[in-house]
């Protein structure tokens, strides 16, 4: 709480000792939210359970971004952004909560966008959390939150948060896009299918990533655009509930192909939601090691605080290395590596685990 209220402070400009804040603020986000409660399937009632929701989303890169965009303007109350990167260049083509004084600082995306989010909305709460989502943190993570929005870019991240969805009957929202094609689910537990009754298993072999696809930003913003109305109907409720869409839905923003697939009911024999078999959840052989796209492998450590001022000293002869209050960045030729806090590491330069985990044994520490 302490980094969001000083987020804020930063950008907002000094309270007029008048008397008249409460007031003012109110007035101010009348004015501010006018257009949208103009809106018949919003309204006064609606901007007020918008103001009063807890959504999460997990994932902040090019969905995530957009998403976190549109529920902070729209006056979503707390916004909780829960991501493990840091922001690089090539995210600048498509993550729009992001600028080039990020990249070049490495800033964690949670911490960059809850800044950026201030700069043009001081009137919400922002809870970013620089973490990776896994089955012994979900709980704490997700604590409170009465809707989840997916910004992942991986089934493991997925699966896990349909396990925790379905297990405490909470609604989510899958989001995905990859080259010029988005894909969208509204999965609320007990009324709908959930992501386990369309997709048993990930598929494997074939997956397109936007490592090896790329991707149009149009394609992530319409898949956002369309999870963030879904989210406001699931949040303002009454009425507005009864015009969320039930189908699993994709569209080709290149070709113009577009389908549904129907996911109007549970399916009895689904592993989540019918057999209640939350094996994600339970994080049954789930490694401590694992690859994260573009060529790098993530050590999951997470109770090994380090004193970034020390380690710094510490690295200094084996390379260049440089840190801020967030990140400790050691470049390695030709690896680099970001240390987090907790003792959380992505190596760049290899995919190779071994290696990464004995350059993290050696640097930082076995
Ligand atoms: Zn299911």
Redesign the pocket.
């Given at each position: 709480m302490a980094l969001v209220t000083s987020l804020a402070r930063e950008t907002q400009p000094e309270r007029q000792p008048d008397g008249n804040s409460q007031s003012s603020a109110e007035q101010s986000s009348a004015d501010r939210y006018s257009r949208q409660v103009l809106f018949r399937g919003i309204g006064a009632e609606g901007q007020r359970k918008l103001a009063a929701a807890r959504v999460a989303i997990v994932g902040c890169g090019a969905t995530g971004s957009a998403l976190a965009g549109l529920l902070a303007r729209a006056g979503v109350g707390t916004l909780r952004i829960i991501d493990r990167d840091y922001v690089e260049p090539s995210n600048l083509q498509r993550q729009s909560l992001f600028d080039e004084a990020d990249a070049a600082e490495s800033l964690p995306k949670a911490i960059a966008a809850a800044r950026k989010i201030a700069a043009f909305n001081s009137q919400i709460v922002i809870e970013p959390k620089v973490d990776d989502l896994v089955p012994a943190n979900i709980e704490a993570l997700l604590q409170g939150i009465e809707l989840i929005l997916d910004g992942t870019d991986n089934f493991e991240t997925r699966y896990l948060i349909n396990d925790y969805a379905?297990d405490r009957s909470r609604p989510w929202i899958y989001s995905a896009a990859v080259g010029s094609y988005g894909l969208t689910l509204n999965v609320v537990p007990a009324q709908t299918?959930?992501l386990?009754?369309i997709f048993p298993d990930s598929p494997r072999g074939m997956v397109e990533t936007c490592e090896t696809s790329g991707i149009l930003n149009s394609a992530v913003n319409l898949v956002a655009s369309i999870a963030a109305t879904e989210a406001l109907k699931l949040l303002v409720g009454g009425d507005a509930e009864t015009h969320m869409r039930r189908t699993l839905l994709s569209f080709d923003v290149w070709t113009n192909e577009h389908s549904e697939i129907s996911a109007a009911k549970?399916?009895p024999d689904?592993r989540?939601?019918?057999e209640r078999d939350f094996v994600h959840l339970a994080g049954e052989g789930r490694p401590h090691i694992t690859l994260c796209g573009r060529n790098s492998v993530q050590i999951h450590e997470r109770e090994r605080p380090i004193d970034f001022a020390e380690m710094e000293l510490r690295l200094q002869p084996h390379g260049v290395v440089r840190h801020n209050d967030f990140v400790l960045k050691f470049w390695h030729d030709p690896y680099e590596m970001t240390l987090f806090p907790d003792g959380r590491a992505i190596i760049k330069g290899t995919t190779d685990t071994a290696v990464a985990r004995s350059l993290y044994a050696r640097y930082v520490g076995s």
């Open positions: 379905v299918a959930c386990a009754c549970p399916r689904c989540a939601c019918g």
